[in-house]
């Protein structure tokens, strides 16, 4: 069992709310965490809502989940039934009149924008969310990074005996995404058309979005392409990292950057294999970076905002991060030890003055370059921010 990062503060949050919503995709282990907090002696009860007997179980939600004020009630898939949520708050209310005020609900969801607006809309004050994405750096091994890199961090395509049996195990939750899980959601989206969309935001990782251009490809609208686009986002596949705006008196790029969250994702729609595959296709840079920025921003303290910055005289900041109580850090990301930043870079930090100047690459070491930059290994960096959670 490779333990998870958000095991720690998932047991401090159930000693603090009496909800808490655990989103991620389908398959990163939301489950396997849950089931470790039944294992440690935590008096429990673990509901599938996908399954139709445990549906039926809560028939009269109240009344069941009121025979088990006593223990932490897991509802899987809770977004399968959004009627839960009023009798919850109910039931919430009751218990903390009772004294029992936190430890109550766990609830499991694979789509943040739905869950998010349901659970809002009826438990404001009384739940908090965390987000439990694939596997990062920091829960695996040195030796594991290119591994990890190449196959993504979804459990069973990370352990997978194979490179073959992975990439076979990321096809798959790829067609059941798109022939099964978004036509759940009453979504009427043709797959083959969701599938060319996923599979040229691959191609282009790490690019600027244009809607336009991908509608123009797609043949569909510009309208089409933004709700096809936002259902990938709210299904955690896919993020959205928007334009830093500061007063610089720059003209500024107003679109967002797109990336396919999990690497393996990235390489499975576009048919790479294995490591040396990878290092000879031409996406090897944007599937570097998109991997590194992604580790980074799920590393990054709570209230972190993260961004990018790009002027239109050619300055140009991969991520930024605004830690709390930290200031400003501006990072390049380079997959080569011996790169050197770009003068778009040095330009991007004078406008801007962030309090760390940073260019990360593969390893864990770390040095200073010149110009008030330092070169730092993703695994350090990774460290440090993790530090900062403690």
């Known amino acids: 069992m490779i333990a998870r990062n958000l095991k720690a503060q998932l047991i401090e949050y159930l000693k603090q709310f009496p909800a808490i919503a655990l989103l991620g995709p389908r398959q990163a282990g939301k489950t396997t965490l849950a089931e470790t907090l039944m294992h440690q002696?935590?008096?429990?009860?673990?509901?599938?809502?996908?399954?139709?007997?445990?549906?039926?179980k809560l028939t009269d939600p109240e009344a069941y989940l009121s025979q088990h004020e006593h223990k932490l009630v897991i509802l899987d898939e809770v977004q399968r039934m959004p009627e839960l949520f009023q009798p919850l708050r109910s039931l919430i209310d009751r218990g903390r009149r009772k004294g029992i005020s936190s430890g109550r609900f766990l609830l499991l969801g694979s789509?943040?924008?739905?869950?998010?607006?349901?659970?809002?809309?009826?438990?404001?004050?009384?739940?908090?969310?965390?987000?439990l994405p694939p596997f990062q750096l920091t829960e695996l091994a040195a030796e594991q990074e290119n591994t990890l890199w190449v196959r993504g961090g979804f459990p069973n395509s990370l352990l997978a005996k194979t490179d073959k049996q992975s990439l076979v195990w990321r096809q798959n939750l790829i067609s059941t995404y798109l022939e099964r899980e978004i036509p759940s959601y009453g979504v009427r989206i043709p797959a083959?058309?969701?599938?060319r969309l996923w599979t040229m935001l691959a191609h282009n990782q790490g690019g600027?979005?244009?809607?336009?251009q991908l509608g123009k490809n797609l043949m569909i609208d510009t309208k089409t392409v933004s709700r096809y686009l936002d259902l990938l986002v709210d299904l955690l596949l896919v993020r959205r990292l928007l334009?830093?705006?500061?007063?610089?008196g720059k003209r500024l790029v107003k679109s967002p950057k797109i990336y396919i969250r999990d690497s393996g994702l990235v390489h499975a729609l576009l048919g790479i294999a294995d490591f040396d595959n990878l290092l000879g296709h031409?996406?090897?840079?944007?599937?570097?970076?998109?991997?590194?920025?992604?580790?980074?921003i799920n590393a990054a303290p709570f209230n972190t905002v993260a961004g990018f910055y790009r002027s239109s005289n050619g300055a140009e900041i991969d991520l930024l991060l605004d830690?709390?109580?930290?200031?400003?850090?501006?990072?390049?990301?380079?997959?080569?030890?011996?790169a050197k930043p770009r003068q778009g870079f040095y330009a991007a930090c004078e406008d801007l003055q962030p309090s760390k100047r940073l260019m990360v690459c593969p390893g864990n070491d770390r040095y200073p370059i010149g110009n008030g930059v330092e070169a730092v290994g993703v695994r350090a960096l990774l460290d440090e921010l993790n530090r900062l959670n403690d």
């Open 243 to 248: 334009p830093w705006h500061s007063n610089v």
């Open 111 to 131: 789509a943040s924008g739905d869950l998010l607006r349901q659970s809002g809309e009826s438990l404001a004050g009384r739940i908090a969310y965390l987000e």
């Open 192 to 195: 083959e058309t969701l599938r």
């Open 41 to 56: 002696n935590l008096p429990s009860v673990y509901l599938d809502l996908e399954s139709p007997s445990d549906r039926h």
């Open 208 to 212: 600027m979005l244009n809607l336009s």
């Open 282 to 296: 031409p996406v090897v840079g944007n599937s570097w970076e998109g991997f590194v920025i992604e580790n980074l």
């Open 323 to 338: 830690v709390p109580n930290q200031g400003l850090w501006a990072i390049e990301v380079k997959r080569s030890n011996a």
